[in-house]
């Protein structure tokens, strides 16, 4: 098993579902073994590139794809989930390996 990092890009909806969202998250991620390795706001002063920004990022370390299934498959947070799906907009979510070195991608090339 290796650990699995869900890289988080959202902007905030105009409500007070993700600030209730963000109450209960680090108790039922925590639950599964999840961490929140790295909160950010995007920053004025530094140029971006790529696409659209957004307003925050966040990133989750997970001990194992499982444990990441296992958060959000949870029935204990059924009501969780709603929270971060309506107090976000323009929400991209995927989920990364984690690699020691880059060998493993460039050697796919």
């Known amino acids: 098993m290796s650990a699995v ?16 969202y963000s109450k209960r998250s680090v ?6 073994g999840g961490r929140v ?3 950010g706001r995007l920053s004025a002063d530094t140029e971006s590139s790529g696409g659209t920004p957004r307003q925050v990022m966040v990133l989750v370390e997970w001990p194992s794809a499982e444990a990441f299934q296992a958060f959000k498959d949870d029935p204990d947070h059924a009501d969780l989930h709603p929270l971060r799906e309506g107090g976000t907009e323009n929400y991209l ?8 070195d880059l060998r493993p991608v460039l050697n796919d090339r």
Do not use: C, E, I, T
């Not at 988080?8 to 209730?20: E, G």
């Not at 979510?93 to 020691?100: H, I, P, Q």
């Open 5 to 20: 990092y869900a890289l988080n890009l959202f902007d905030l909806a105009p409500n007070d579902d993700y600030k209730q």
């Open 93 to 100: 979510w995927w989920a990364y390996d984690r690699l020691d």
């Open 27 to 32: 108790d039922a991620v925590g639950k599964h």
């Open 37 to 39: 390795v790295a909160l």
